[in-house]
């Protein structure tokens, strides 16, 4: 008798637990399942640019979240350039390179992001291979969060420590790229630095990655001229650029600013 009453107690709190789970409504469970499946926002400061010397196109991008280089940049030598970020859409950018065949930049944001229902908490920048750039920012993006377009490049960046990010970054890039010094993947670490100087993502720091294509300049053939990534580090901007002088002295005869007319036909 005494073993019967205590699986009584045992047992029906188990059962009404299990009654809770099964009636309750399928939306609040698919709403748990989701929170539970959903990957890590890349909230995060990036710039895509465009170099019409050499028609080399590139991406800086840096973030707290882990590999950021292995989601955020896209690209293709005499194609284009494409940083997703924010709740990244992945998709945006194979679909994007496919697009920029015959679209420019601008109608490739507006394709992209009004067929996507997620827009709102989307970041996307685009530069094609005529150096027409374009942004967008989803009015849901974590603040501070917001985009600088200029000539040959775009600078984006949300869940910032401020405004001040993306301004000195595009301030940075210019000063850089008017210079006349360096190359595409200079200005590039250049205005990455003055963002993360200004304060960056505001969680702090972890990864970051530096993609520059050109045709057939990467090794065996590729167009991934430079391809370099800071997966999990305390200052990975520093060590990313760090990085960029190893590249420059291990690849010594590629880092040649040589206009892509003269690059043709020495080829």
């Known amino acids: 008798m005494n073993a019967l009453k205590i699986i009584t107690v045992i047992a029906i709190p188990l059962l009404v637990t299990g009654l809770v789970f099964i009636l309750q409504p399928n939306s609040d469970r698919h709403a748990m399942t989701s929170r539970l499946s959903t ?10 640019a465009y170099d019409p010397q050499t ?5 800086a991008v840096a973030s707290k979240v882990l590999g950021v280089g ?45 067929g996507d229902e997620g827009r709102a908490i989307r970041q996307l920048g685009i530069v094609d291979a005529q150096g027409r750039a374009a942004s967008f920012t989803g009015d849901g993006c974590n603040a501070w969060a917001g985009h600088v377009v200029g ?32 190359e595409l993947a200079d200005w590039l670490m250049a205005a990455l630095a003055a963002g993360d100087k200004a304060g960056g993502d505001k969680r702090g720091k ?6 520059v294509y050109r045709n057939g300049a990467g090794y065996g053939g590729n167009d991934r001229y430079i391809d370099l990534r800071v997966d999990d580090h305390a200052q990975p901007v520093t060590e990313l ?24 036909s020495e080829e």
């Open 206 to 211: 972890q990864s970051a990655a530096l993609m």
């Open 55 to 59: 028609g080399d196109l590139g991406i």
């Open 70 to 114: 292995c989601i955020v940049p896209w690209g293709q030598a005499g194609r284009g350039a494409i940083a997703t970020q924010s709740a990244a859409n992945t998709a945006y950018g194979p679909e994007g390179l496919k697009l920029l065949k015959d679209k420019s930049a601008e109608e490739v944001v507006q394709q992209l992001t009004s």
């Open 241 to 264: 650029a760090r990085l960029l002088e190893v590249h420059k002295s291990f690849f010594a005869g590629a880092h040649r600013r040589v206009p892509a007319a003269r690059r043709a």
């Open 39 to 48: 990957d890590p926002e890349v909230n995060t400061f990036s710039i895509v």
């Open 151 to 182: 000539e040959h490049f775009t600078v984006q960046g949300n869940l910032l420590a401020g405004e001040k990010v993306i301004e000195d970054m595009a301030a940075k890039y210019r000063e850089a790229s008017q210079s006349g010094e360096g």
